[in-house]
């Protein structure tokens, strides 16, 4: 039996059974290789949810709709390993209930895709420490370390050029199943700090501010990245930081759902180079 | 002849050490560099990133961030979570291409008078040496420029 299925037995289940109020996954897109959301809450709708390789986005971010959760009912969602450390931030920032969310938890290799066993997060939490233990050896990236290598300058001019497209769409915050503020920073001008015009000074400020609020909390979905309508490559600034958490304060985001916000949270002995 | 560049530095600082320093160097008679604009506020915990951000949109060349030693905040833990925010936020600049060398981090208690009027010399020098930051101003006067229609 195809994992597909597989697991839109599974929805129609806990659908018809009513265990949950609502199944989020993925349908057919607007060409044949990409994929949209689909939000099917009685079993007839479970037909059109797809799953296969081209399911790439994190959906986590649906669950923090307004209103969705409040009524204590569950909601089952598909999810991909980084999908899954979302929900384990979401609840430790108390964002929602990590018990009201039954996760379909799937993992993708090439074109394979292959069903993660567990329903509740917790049933994850083995798979996500193996995660972050292979993480640390395999955090270099070419783009990164050939960007290291340039001088401050040159590595700025790359920025410029990139910023510079930037538009201020916010659809990189749109997507982002982290940016749940409901006033972003952007959007408030008593004080502004930061510029809200689409100029490269004000690109600047944004994406470097937007980058600093995720440091810590990005757990790569790509979700940003891909949403992006001018291909700034968003994921090496996410990448960037996400080493630095780890190397700084070996804190690799999602971990569980008890873990502590790494920039709310602080050890006497952290490292520190270069205060005068 | 073109006047000596003098940079523009802004310091953000804590009121209950760095700022109490500055004022032992000022009561001591004690002299520094006037290249430096201080920014008082309650706590290194409340030195936002943003505080950076807008200095450099601002024009300034250089920025000093100071507060209390570890373990002398007033409000105990303040600079310990203001040490990990740089931590990272001094990382990211960097892989921006914001010189890590004209954003500056320091702790200076009290006591420090002397600590602090060296220092305020020193990064002086130092961003004096750098010359103005050409790369960011040139951000900021796109920002002005009229639009071509
Ligand atoms: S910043 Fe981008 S990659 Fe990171 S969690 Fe948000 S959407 Fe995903
Ligand atoms: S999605 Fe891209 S263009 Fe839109 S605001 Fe984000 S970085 Fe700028």
């Not at chain 1, 990139?162 to 409901?182: D, G, L, N």
């Not at chain 2, 409000?75 to 990990?84: E, I, K, Q």
């Not at chain 2, 990382?91 to 981090?105: A, E, H, M, Q």
Request: aromatic share 8%.
């Amino acid at each position: 039996m195809s994992i597909e299925v597989q697991y839109r037995d599974r929805a129609k289940e806990l659908l018809a059974k009513g265990e949950v109020k609502l199944v989020i996954g993925y349908g057919g897109g607007s060409t044949p290789n990409r994929r949209r959301p689909v939000f099917a809450s009685s079993p007839e709708e479970v037909d059109r949810l797809v799953l296969d390789s081209l399911c790439i986005a994190n959906l986590s971010g649906y669950l923090v709709t307004e209103g969705l959760l409040s009524d204590e009912k569950k909601v089952a969602v598909f999810l991909r390993p980084e999908g899954i450390r979302s929900i384990n931030i979401l609840a430790a920032e108390n964002q929602l209930n990590a018990d009201q969310v039954v996760i379909l938890g799937f993992e993708t290799a090439g074109s394979d895709i292959r069903p993660l066993e567990g329903g509740n997060v917790l049933d994850f939490s083995e798979f996500i420490v193996t995660l972050s233990e292979n993480r640390v050896v395999s955090d270099s990236d070419p783009v990164i370390d050939k960007l290291e290598n340039m001088s401050a300058q040159e590595r700025f001019s790359f920025w410029q050029d990139e910023f510079s497209k930037c538009i201020k769409c916010y659809a990189c915050r749109q997507a982002c199943p982290m940016c749940y503020c409901r006033r972003c920073i952007v959007d408030c001008n008593q004080p502004q700090w930061i510029n809200t015009s689409a100029h490269t000074l004000g690109n600047f400020e944004w994406n470097i501010i937007r980058a600093f609020h995720l440091a810590g909390r990005c757990v790569e979905c790509g979700n940003c990245d891909r949403a992006c309508p001018v291909n700034i490559p968003l994921r090496l600034v996410n990448r960037r930081m996400a080493v630095e958490a780890l190397n700084s304060f070996d804190h690799f985001a999602g971990l569980s759902v008890t873990q502590e916000p790494v920039l709310a949270s602080f050890k006497k002995d952290d490292t520190e180079t270069f205060i005068l | 002849m073109s006047e000596k560049f003098e940079p523009k530095i802004v310091a953000f600082v804590c009121t209950y050490c760095t700022y109490a320093g500055a004022d032992l160097a000022g009561t001591s008679r004690l002299k520094y560099a006037p290249n430096v604009r201080m920014v008082r506020l309650p706590c290194t915990g409340r030195i936002s990133p943003m505080f950076i951000l807008k200095a450099l949109q601002k024009g300034a060349d250089g920025i000093l961030i100071s507060g209390c030693h570890p373990g002398d905040c007033h409000f105990t833990h303040g600079n310990y979570h203001a040490r990990r925010r740089w931590m990272v936020f001094r990382s990211l600049l960097d892989f921006i291409g914001i010189p890590t060398d004209r954003v500056k981090y320091s702790w200076i208690s009290a006591a420090e008078g002397v600590k602090f009027a060296e220092l305020i010399n020193t990064i002086t020098e130092e961003i004096r040496a750098l010359g103005p930051f050409t790369q960011y101003h040139g951000l900021i006067e796109e920002t002005q420029s009229q639009a071509s229609l």
